[in-house]
């Protein structure tokens, strides 16, 4: 069994309410298609706006695809997926609002030499930068994210090299 697969089959999905209106039953399908573990054995792109998230809130399943989001990136996923993840994760950890995005930030922080090393290893710009946006969210250690911004510049996004991408961002492109 894949870590993603065991950290699917952890979650109460039958427990959780979708934003859809459902148990969350058919989100586990989802991300097996997002990981290419579906019964099509490769990567699919799934939405998951109006089931996890909206750009105004996230629903209960958010802190459990989090966590499925995180064994991705652990797991030996197709670099598509990778990229989608991650952008999955962003999602979770940028949200406002409720308890939700504060909860999947903890858990993101959790994983955070995941993001370090999908920034470092620099096997796709776009995954870079969408780990470099999830870190100036989730890394409370100003200094070593600033620190990596300088080794990675050359790869990363304009708006990371920058610091527009910064939630703490003070106009100077210093944090």
């Given at each position: 069994?894949?870590?993603?697969?065991?950290?699917?089959?952890?979650q109460d999905w039958k427990g959780m309410l979708c934003g859809c209106g459902n148990t969350a039953e058919h989100l586990a399908e989802y991300l097996l298609q997002?990981?290419?573990?579906?019964?099509?054995?490769?990567?699919?792109h799934v939405s998951f706006e109006g089931h996890v998230w909206s750009p105004a809130a996230l629903w209960e399943p958010a802190p459990a695809v989090t966590s499925v989001a995180l064994a991705a990136l652990a797991d030996d996923?197709?670099?598509?997926?990778?990229?989608?993840?991650?952008e999955l994760l962003h999602c979770m950890?940028?949200?406002?609002?409720?308890?939700?995005?504060?909860?999947?930030?903890?858990?993101?922080?959790?994983?955070?030499?995941?993001?370090?090393?999908e920034v470092m290893s620099?096997?796709?710009p776009g995954a870079a930068g969408d780990a470099f946006e999830i870190l100036t969210v989730?890394?409370?250690d100003r200094a070593r994210l600033q620190r990596v911004r300088e080794i990675a510049a050359a790869w990363l996004p304009v708006c990371c090299r920058t610091g527009l991408c910064d939630d703490d961002f003070d106009g100077s492109g210093l944090v």
């Open positions: 069994m894949r870590l993603i697969e065991m950290e699917i089959a952890r997002l990981a290419g573990h579906g019964p099509e054995q490769r990567p699919i996923v197709a670099p598509t997926s990778r990229g989608w993840f991650l950890v940028a949200g406002e609002g409720t308890e939700l995005p504060e909860h999947c930030r903890a858990l993101a922080t959790q994983g955070i030499w995941l993001l370090y090393e620099n096997r796709s989730v890394e409370p």
